[in-house]
């Protein structure tokens, strides 16, 4: 398999349900627009007409003809190739900032983690479809119980029935966040964990400092 190309201006965040990602997204988008950098916000699944309708498709909760783990993990990269050669590759080639709610990361934890799908698959889609590794991704973790709590609590405020990801078993989740947090461990260059148990205020700082940490680092010019 080919070597990941490192996009030292692709952001990435993760974290599992609850953890506050749009929140985060917002504060680095404003912190990266302070200093004059275009940004350009997207998600995963989604970012495009067509990756948005993908994204209908693997979380609709009333899906009589649920996907098998493996269809859930092809449908996942179907929606990110197109992402990324519609939105992500030509704002790096501009010479824009690409935040990103989740990316390759998630299929690792949600895919391999969570349904229990071969790591190599992963890869080997990851090398051949994307092609990609983020400069910089931000872990915001959370405890399972907590951050299910506030996603329960977010659907029931706004009256929104819980998709069919988000209506998984307790147990999906513990291993969705095992694998997050074993992917930062073996990558802690690329990786920072950010403890999103915190105040919505108090993580979106963290993020930001950890955001310029990494752009302080970065080779000038």
């Known amino acids: 398999m080919n070597a990941l190309d490192i996009a030292p201006r692709l952001i990435t965040l993760e974290g599992g349900e609850g953890a ?18 275009e940004v350009v916000t997207t ?18 909760p009333d899906n009589a003809d649920a996907p098998t783990a493996d269809t859930e993990l092809l449908l996942m990269f179907a929606s990110r190739a197109q992402h990324v050669a519609s939105v992500v590759r030509p704002a790096l080639a501009r010479g824009a900032w690409v935040l990103s709610d989740r990316f390759t990361d998630a299929s690792h ?8 799908v071969d790591r190599t698959t992963i890869a080997m889609l990851e090398s051949r479809f994307v092609g990609l590794q983020p400069g910089l991704t931000l872990l915001l973790d959370v405890p399972v119980a907590v951050g299910r709590a506030r996603a329960q609590g977010r659907a029931s405020s706004n009256s929104v029935q819980p998709d069919r990801i988000e209506a998984e078993a307790d147990g999906f989740f513990e291993r969705v966040r095992s694998a997050y947090r074993d992917l930062a461990a073996a990558q802690p260059r690329r990786f920072r964990m ?28």
Request: charged share 20%.
């Open 20 to 37: 506050g990602k749009s929140t985060v997204l917002s504060a680095l988008a404003q912190a990266l627009r302070a200093p004059g950098y």
């Open 43 to 60: 998600r995963e699944p989604g970012g495009t007409p067509l990756a948005e309708r993908i994204r209908e498709l693997l979380l609709h």
């Open 109 to 116: 934890a949600y895919q391999g983690g969570g349904r229990g």
């Open 194 to 221: 950010i403890d999103a148990s915190q105040p919505a205020e108090r993580v979106a700082a963290d993020a930001v400092a950890a955001l310029d940490d990494y752009l302080q680092g970065l080779p000038q010019g």
